[in-house]
C-alpha cells in the first residue's frame, strides 16, 4: 500500500466519524427543504453496509484527490497528514444518507402507455370564464391523452417512481407484435446506450420502408445499470 492509498483509507475511518458527530448538532433536509427525521438518519448511518459503503466512497475521494494535487495536502515527513483542508471529503456522508432517503420517497406521474415518457397531455374540464381555471381531469373511461415524445394519442396512466426519478433519454425496441418483437434497434450499439429524442427518432424513421416496426421507449434513470448516454445536455433538447 503506497502512502496515498494508506492515507486515503485512514481518512475515510477519520472522516466518516467525524461527520457523525458534526451530524449530531445539524440538520439534513430532503428535496423538498423538509428536514429528515433523525431516526432515519441514524438508521442508515448505524448500519454496517451503508456505514462500509459511505467509507469506500469518501476512500475514493480523498485518493483521487491525493493523486491529483500531492502539493496541496499537508505532510509530516514522508506522509500524509489530516488538515482542515480536506474536510469537505465528509460531506460524502451527508450526500449518501440523503441519496438514501430519496429512494424511499416517491411521486405520482402520468405517463405514456406507449413508451412511458411523462412528457403528456390530458384532457381536462376548465372553468373558461374564470381564466381558464382547472377543475379536474377527463377520466370517462380509456379516455386517450397525447404523448409528446411519442407523437401518438395513448392512454396516459398514472405511475408511482422514486422522487429523483426521471427520463435520462431514450431507446427504440420492436414492437410486441411485430418481427421485431424483443429486439433493438440495429442502430442501437446495446441495450445499455441511450440516446437523445431526436437520435431515437432517426431510428424509428430507419425501418427499410415500413416493413420493419420500432417503438419509442423513454429510459428512467434506474431502467438501466450504468448507461451509457450518446448525447450531452438535455435529452429532449
Same mark, same amino acid.
Given at each position: 500500500m503506497n502512502k496515498f492509498e494508506k492515507f486515503a483509507l485512514a481518512m475515510s475511518v477519520l472522516l466518516f466519524e467525524i461527520r457523525i458527530e458534526d451530524l449530531n448538532n445539524s440538520m439534513l433536509f430532503d428535496d423538498d427543504q423538509k428536514q429528515i427525521p433523525v431516526d432515519i438518519i441514524d438508521g %442508515?448511518?448505524?448500519d454496517p453496509e451503508h456505514a462500509k459503503a459511505i467509507k469506500e466512497k469518501i476512500?475514493?475521494?480523498?485518493?483521487?484527490?491525493? %493523486?491529483?494535487?500531492?502539493?496541496?495536502?499537508?505532510?509530516? $515527513? &514522508?506522509?500524509?497528514?489530516?488538515?482542515?483542508? %480536506?474536510?469537505d471529503h465528509a460531506y460524502l456522508v451527508d450526500r449518501y444518507v440523503e441519496a438514501r432517503f430519496a429512494d424511499t420517497q416517491t411521486k405520482t406521474v402520468y405517463m405514456c402507455s406507449h413508451c412511458n415518457s411523462d412528457s403528456v397531455q390530458v384532457k381536462a374540464w376548465v372553468r373558461p370564464n374564470e381564466g381558464m381555471k382547472y377543475v379536474d381531469e377527463v377520466s370517462e373511461g380509456d379516455e386517450p391523452g397525447w404523448c409528446?415524445?411519442?407523437?401518438?394519442?395513448a392512454v396516459i396512466d398514472t405511475a408511482e417512481v422514486k422522487r429523483r426519478d426521471v427520463v435520462i433519454g431514450f431507446q427504440v425496441c420492436g414492437d410486441d407484435?411485430?418481427?421485431?418483437? $424483443?429486439?433493438?434497434?440495429?442502430?442501437?450499439?446495446?441495450e445499455k446506450h441511450?440516446?437523445?429524442?431526436?437520435?431515437?427518432?432517426?431510428?424509428?424513421?430507419?425501418?427499410? $420502408?415500413?416493413?420493419?416496426?420500432?417503438?419509442?421507449?423513454?429510459?428512467? %434513470?434506474?431502467?438501466?445499470?450504468?448507461?451509457?448516454?450518446?448525447?450531452?445536455? &438535455?435529452?429532449r433538447a
Open positions: %442508515i448511518l448505524d476512500r475514493l475521494s480523498v485518493l483521487q484527490d491525493v %493523486i491529483a494535487r500531492p502539493n496541496e495536502y499537508d505532510m509530516n $515527513g &514522508d506522509e500524509y497528514v489530516y488538515s482542515g483542508d %480536506i474536510y409528446d415524445d411519442c407523437g401518438l394519442h407484435c411485430s418481427n421485431e418483437a $424483443g429486439k433493438f434497434h440495429p442502430l442501437m450499439k446495446s441511450v440516446y437523445s429524442l431526436n437520435q431515437a427518432r432517426v431510428m424509428l424513421d430507419n425501418n427499410h $420502408g415500413g416493413q420493419e416496426q420500432w417503438n419509442l421507449l423513454a429510459i428512467w %434513470i434506474a431502467d438501466v445499470e450504468e448507461p451509457t448516454l450518446m448525447f450531452e445536455g &438535455d435529452p
